[in-house]
T-cell receptor
């Protein structure tokens, strides 16, 4: 079946640097995408979303880019902080449910 | 706190026992979702409600699983005759129709 996946399972960055987390999706019918952050022992926390009619959306220190041609989604975190350390999931919505990828662990080095 | 809440946060049960989890969504949200998450994986959709109607169920939701949302507010997820393979984090989320889903803290189930 079609699924959402992530390129890298672990990303290690220096505090203050920018982070880029990538995601590939395969369901061309997906019209809505969300990035979630999940800390250990907690539920996923909504970060930012984007609809398929957009290429880019910015939030506070985060930017999501959507490339529908190659079915690629990325999350950019500016000036990464220790509090950003977590597992990040992208999710796609092609109906009434979210399909999640396997997650990328972001580790921030002081 | 006006977020999604779940109870209990942790449940340890013996194989063969029945367990029930509760989810209280954000009050103005008409949609409520249940997901299951195992270690190192993303959440997997189980079922969702719009108001009190259960509109979709995943094939992951075997006949030992049942979910209800009788008054369109809180929901319960029951697992009968638990198996070790049911050990996971059970997550609840809610949303206003068509908008982003907000997750609760989850109930971690351990079946011994």
């Amino acid at each position: 079946g079609e699924s959402v996946g992530l390129h890298l399972p672990t990303l290690s960055v220096q505090e203050g640097d920018n982070s880029i987390i990538n995601c590939a999706y395969s369901n061309s019918a997906s019209d809505y995408f969300i990035w979630y952050k999940q800390e250990s022992g907690k539920g996923p926390q909504f970060i930012i979303d984007i609809r398929s009619n957009m290429d880019k959306r910015q939030g506070q220190r985060v930017t999501v880019l959507l490339n529908k041609t190659v079915k690629h989604l990325s999350l950019q975190i500016a000036a990464t902080q220790p509090g950003d350390s977590a597992v990040y999931f992208c999710a796609e919505n092609a109906g009434n449910m979210l399909t999640f990828g396997g997650g990328t662990r972001l580790m921030v080095k002081p | 706190d006006t977020g999604v809440s779940q109870d209990p946060r942790h449940k340890i049960t013996k194989r063969g026992q029945n367990v029930t989890f509760r989810c209280d969504p954000i009050s103005e949200h008409n949609r409520l979702y249940w997901y299951r998450q195992t270690l190192g994986q993303g959440p997997e959709f189980l079922t969702y409600f719009q108001n009190e109607a259960q509109l979709e169920k995943s094939r992951l939701l075997s006949d030992r699983f049942s979910a209800e949302r009788p008054k369109g507010s809180f929901s319960t997820l029951e697992i009968q005759r638990t198996e070790q393979g049911d050990s996971a984090m059970y997550l609840c989320a809610s949303s206003r129709q068509g908008l982003e889903q907000y997750f609760g803290p989850g109930t971690r189930l351990t079946v011994t």
